[in-house]
T-cell receptor, first 113, second 111 residues
Framework: SQTIHQWPATLVQPVGSPLSLECTVE??????LYWYRQAAGRGLQLLFY??????ISSEVPQNLSASRPQDRQFILSSKKLLLSDSGFYLC????????????FGPGTRLTVT | KQEVTQIPAALSVPEGENLVLNCSFT??????LQWFRQDPGKGLTSLLL?????REQTSGRLNASLDKSSGRSTLYIAASQPGDSATYLC??????????FGAGTILRVKS
């Protein structure tokens, strides 16, 4: 069966510090991968998605970037965090063929102070 | 631009009651619609996915329907239990595999 991992589970970082969140998927090959952010009062928002290694699409211009160095690894990064980057970051995967049902990881709670 | 709305925002019911959660979307050109459950501080659990060619899907006490022409989906929960207490999210999938989420319905089932 497939499993999705995210780490760390929680993170407190000062403004201006770098960020690296990692997501890995087990039990499947060539998945589509997604990064979402859930901010208080703003709902779930798609940030990035990837259909293959090195292929990243950005949905919202922002202070963040994503990379996919390996087939089942998806990384969310920032060079300098802003207060507005605080939120709950969720990684998800789906098969590369329809119906593209998405399965979510446990999330990372990021607080920027 | 697709917008997804969920009504009600919050719902409190006694245990055993049947209930309906509503979801509406503005653009009927969706690929599928997915219902999720989220417990506090946790990730999302997929409950049901309805493809655009389908009218409904069932899993245990859950039944989800889809009416693309009217831009609506409902999630029916039969014989609610305290363990059903959570936030329920619907999401419309646009072509290109992008999910657009509603704000959710917070459900509390009282014992």
């Amino acid at each position: 069966s497939q499993t999705i991992h995210q780490w760390p589970a929680t993170l407190v970082q000062p403004v201006g510090s770098p960020l690296s969140l990692e997501c890995t998927v087990e039990g499947t090959s060539n998945p589509n991968l997604y990064w979402y952010r859930q901010a208080a009062g703003r709902g779930l928002q798609l940030l990035f998605y990837s259909v293959g290694i090195g292929q990243i699409s950005s949905e919202v211009p922002q202070n963040l970037s994503a990379s996919r160095p390996q087939d089942r690894q998806f990384i969310l990064s920032s060079k300098k965090l802003l207060l507005s980057d605080s939120g709950f970051y969720l990684c998800a995967w789906s098969l590369g063929t329809g119906p593209y049902e998405q399965y979510f990881g446990p999330g990372t709670r990021l607080t920027v102070t | 631009k697709q917008e997804v709305t969920q009504i009600p925002a919050a719902l409190s019911v006694p245990e055993g009651e049947n209930l309906v959660l509503n979801c509406s979307f503005t653009d009927s050109a969706i690929y599928n619609l997915q219902w999720f459950r989220q417990d506090p501080g946790k990730g999302l659990t997929s409950l049901l996915l309805i493809q655009s060619s389908q009218r409904e899907q069932t899993s245990g006490r859950l039944n989800a329907s889809l009416d693309k022409s009217s831009g609506r989906s409902t999630l029916y929960i039969a014989a609610s239990q305290p363990g059903d207490s959570a936030t329920y999210l619907c999401a419309a999938m646009e072509y290109g595999n992008k999910l657009v989420f509603g704000a959710g319905t917070i459900l509390r089932v009282k014992s």
